[in-house]
């Protein structure tokens, strides 16, 4: 005999001479085990699990141990927001940002109306999740237009109608600027530089801009506009840039360290304009969608612990 004895199918009545359960040992050790400890500054952008709905965003997000979590409209918007304010006071997350408002390249008529509102909104979401920045893409070339001056104008003008909103609101309009690939379908603002021209229009607090590795890491210019843009640097999003791409090239984002940015540059000269906030991994890729949350978010605490936070204060 074993030495362990049961009563049918069921085991109960089971008895041990020395030999436990293996499974109960390993409940155990994983009630005692500590919670993991992710860089205070990391925040995980939403995006980057992105089949979560925002009940379990919010879990994974703590049971990884992180202290912030970036939010996208599209899930609070499903939740509810009343139960999405719930939901982040419960959870005791800091919200970095808010994605994404924007998308306002059209002449004048009904449907950029329909987009002044609608941004109106986001910044009222922004402000009921304590999310201190509304990102903004600029948008695309509207249909027919090979206008980029004028597209990135009328970006310029919604984001004047949208200012006295902003400030009422304390959210800062924060410009992201893509990469050049997605200037004719995404966003007309493509360097830094661009982003700053249109937020150095408006007060330090209102409008600001994002700092986004995957689409400004090419940029000749790009330490010289992040010294620029100190202050007005609004949001800090980190992720990785591998080739080759993906036939789709929204979904060409990789974990940092597995691709070819340099982190502790761009990090750096980041911390040296005076930036303190939080630092978001947004990453769009197939796989990592298709991967369970709690294996991204801890696989994305760890990358950033190793290539990103040494360069942190």
């Known amino acids: ?3 362990v004895q049961t009563t049918g199918a069921q085991g109960t009545g089971a008895q041990s001479t020395g030999t436990e359960s293996t499974g109960t040992h390993a409940a155990v050790a994983q009630a005692a ?11 995980l952008n939403q995006a980057t699990i992105k089949y979560a709905n925002l009940a379990e965003a919010i879990d994974a997000t703590v049971n990884a141990g992180y202290e912030s979590i970036g939010l996208w409209r599209e899930p609070v918007q499903a939740a509810g927001l009343g139960r999405s304010i719930r939901l982040v006071e419960d959870s005791g997350l800091r ?3 808010l994605c994404r408002g924007g998308f306002f390249t059209m002449e004048e008529g009904l449907a950029r109306r329909e987009s002044i509102d609608d941004n109106r909104r986001a910044i009222a979401e922004a402000r009921a999740l304590g999310a201190p920045a509304l990102v903004l893409v600029a948008g695309g070339l509207p249909a027919g237009s090979r206008d980029l001056v004028g597209a990135r ?3 310029r003008d919604a ?3 949208l200012a006295d909103d902003a400030a009422a609101a304390g959210v800062t309009l924060t410009i992201e600027p893509l990469h050049p690939m997605y200037a004719s379908d995404r966003a007309v603002v493509s360097t830094l530089g661009q982003a700053l021209d249109i937020a150095e229009e408006f007060p330090l607090g209102v409008v600001g801009a994002v700092v986004d590795t995957f689409h400004v890491w090419w940029d000749p210019r790009l330490l010289e506009q992040i010294a620029r843009a100190g202050d007005r640097i609004a949001s800090y999003q980190v992720c ?8 789709d090239v929204l979904l060409g984002r990789h974990y940092p360290g597995d691709g070819v940015i340099d982190f502790a ?3 750096a000269a980041v911390e040296a304009a ?3 906030g939080d630092v978001e991994v947004e990453i769009f890729n197939q796989q990592i969608w298709d991967t369970p949350y709690a294996t991204v978010a801890a696989r994305t605490r760890d990358s950033f612990a190793e290539v990103v936070a040494p360069h942190l204060s």
């Open 1 to 3: 005999m074993s030495g």
């Open 33 to 43: 085990a500590p919670r993991p400890v992710a860089h205070p500054r990391l925040s």
């Open 95 to 97: 919200v970095s940002s």
């Open 153 to 155: 104008s009328r970006v």
């Open 159 to 161: 984001i004047a109608e």
């Open 240 to 247: 990785d840039w591998a080739t080759p791409l993906p036939a």
């Open 265 to 267: 540059g761009i990090t």
């Open 274 to 276: 005076g930036y303190r």
